[in-house]
T-cell receptor, first 111, second 119 residues
Framework: KNQVEQSPQSLIILEGKNCTLQCNYTVSPFSNLRWYKQDTGRGPVSLTIMTFSENTKSNGRYTATLDADTKQSSLHITASQLSDSASYICVVQGWGNQFYFGTGTSLTVIP | ETGVTQTPRHLVMGMTNKKSLKCEQHLGHNAMYWYKQSAKKPLELMFV???????ENNSVPSRFSPECPNSSHLFLHLHTLQPEDSALYLC??????????????????FGPGTRLTVL
């Protein structure tokens, strides 16, 4: 069964600290993996997209990694800011038009 | 703003009402999507339109009826909904290859969503 699981479900960190979010998937065949940030009451915004041949991709303070062998991805946030408080969603695209979404990690950054 | 707008932002309707959700993208994309986002659940892809042609219908009940009159506009017509249909409905668009290409590879841009409550 094609699934995407994210952990932790929620996370609270102090402003300025780093954190890492996890995404494990069982989707096969695999096309690409994306991380989205969704602020409360808004649509998701793409952070990164990686194919199976890419191990890491950065977008400012966000760095995503992908291990296609173990089917794991992580999103590392450096020097967190209050504006990083949001839900982070991992999405895996299989072959064709099949998208598999994780339930997201809710991140709260406190001062 | 992402270039994808949705109206209305909030909608409350009874089970016997008929309403429509509207999505418009100003990005020149050729593919548009409807998603449903329920609390504590992953986003669910409902419909996909590529070059105005519907290419995906993920077992969505017939009380949801999509319409794509052109590549910039997408509607979701609602009738006789159930309380469990209450959710955030998100529209997205992307620039994708033609029918021979793999849809959805390029970045999808999402609208802000319509928060739907069915009483």
């Amino acid at each position: 069964k094609n699934q995407v699981e994210q952990s932790p479900q929620s996370l609270i960190i102090l402003e300025g600290k780093n954190c890492t979010l996890q995404c494990n998937y069982t989707v096969s065949p695999f096309s690409n993996l994306r991380w989205y940030k969704q602020d409360t009451g808004r649509g998701p915004v793409s952070l990164t997209i990686m194919t199976f041949s890419e191990n890491t991709k950065s977008n400012g303070r966000y760095t995503a990694t992908l291990d296609a062998d173990t089917k794991q991805s992580s999103l590392h946030i450096t020097a967190s800011q209050l504006s990083d408080s949001a839900s982070y969603i991992c999405v895996v695209q299989g072959w064709g038009n099949q998208f598999y979404f994780g339930t997201g990690t809710s991140l709260t950054v406190i001062p | 703003e992402t270039g994808v707008t949705q109206t209305p932002r909030h909608l409350v309707m009874g089970m016997t009402n008929k309403k429509s959700l509207k999505c418009e993208q100003h990005l020149g994309h050729n593919a548009m999507y409807w998603y449903k986002q329920s609390a504590k659940k992953p986003l669910e892809l409902m419909f996909v339109y590529n070059f105005k042609e519907q290419t995906e219908n993920n077992s969505v009940p017939s009380r949801f009826s999509p319409e794509c009159p052109n590549s910039s506009h997408l509607f979701l017509h609602l009738h006789t909904l159930q309380p469990e249909d209450s959710a955030l409905y998100l529209c997205a668009s992307s620039q994708d290859a033609g029918t021979s290409g793999r849809l959805g590879y390029n970045e999808q841009f999402f609208g802000p969503g319509t928060r739907l409550t069915v009483l």
